[in-house]
């Protein structure tokens, strides 16, 4: 069973930065990646996904601040978070699925694909 870790989460002012990083146990596997987010009293929510080509997808409410980026070579992702607001608040999830050598269709921001997840890392941005 993969195992996923993520680090890199904090506490910021709004308007900060915070860059998280998640690592994937089988660094021999290829995956698909993303980030999802779940806030107290809310639904999981996706925030962004990327495939092996680089090719990303965000959430709406994120766009033009959070980016996505991988090192395949490492199975690492991470999300680069900027201008972040008190709404950004939550616990952040890694989620990973293999996927085969020649995969390369557009990454899902459905939770229900990705087959493994990380224990999370707490966001919390104050005004």
């Known amino acids: 069973q993969v195992q996923l870790a993520e680090s890199g989460g904090g506490s910021v002012q709004s308007g900060g930065s915070l860059r998280l990083s998640c690592s994937v146990s089988?660094?021999?596997?290829?995956?698909?990646m993303a980030w999802f987010r779940q806030a107290p009293g809310k639904e999981r929510e996706s925030v962004a996904a990327?495939?092996?080509?680089?090719?990303?997808r965000y959430e709406e409410s994120v766009r033009g601040r959070f980016t996505i980026s991988a090192d395949n070579a490492k199975n690492m992702v991470y999300l680069e978070m900027n201008s972040l607001e008190p709404e950004d608040t939550a616990m952040y999830y890694c989620?990973?699925?293999?996927?085969?050598?020649?995969?390369?269709?557009?990454?899902?921001?459905?939770?229900?694909?990705?087959?493994?997840w990380g224990p999370g890392t707490q966001v919390t941005v104050s005004e």
């Open positions: 089988d660094t021999y596997g290829r995956y698909y």
């Open positions: 989620a990973a699925r293999a996927v085969n050598i020649l995969d390369s269709f557009p990454p899902t921001l459905s939770g229900a694909w990705y087959a493994s």
């Open positions: 990327i495939n092996r080509s680089n090719i990303t």
